[in-house]
């Protein structure tokens, strides 16, 4: 199994979507947060939504997903945070 296949069988958009805004607003509301807590906030977070998603089903892939999903959102971040400033440089 390659990474593009690993993401595409266990990657939530909507666990990743909902981590992302999460994370976003911990980052924003609580300014002093150790920016550690996040992703393991975020871990967290996934699982119980994808628990949620697949009708409080409870396996070690739906974990898995949960946990790469709630993960993803914090790399997602920084891919949307690095492209937010080049784009401002180029400006």
Request: with cysteine; glycine share 8%; proline share 3%.
């Amino acid at each position: 199994m390659n990474v593009t296949e690993l993401l595409t069988d266990y990657i939530s958009i909507i666990v990743l979507g909902i981590c992302l805004i999460v994370g976003y607003i911990i980052k924003q509301w609580i300014p002093d947060v150790n920016n550690k807590v996040i992703p393991t906030v975020v871990a967290i977070l996934g699982c119980i939504i994808n628990v949620w998603l697949n009708e409080w089903t409870l396996n070690p892939a739906i974990i898995l997903g949960g946990l790469i999903s709630g993960l993803a959102s914090t790399g997602f971040h920084q891919m949307l945070k690095q492209l937010i400033s080049h784009d401002a440089c180029d400006h």
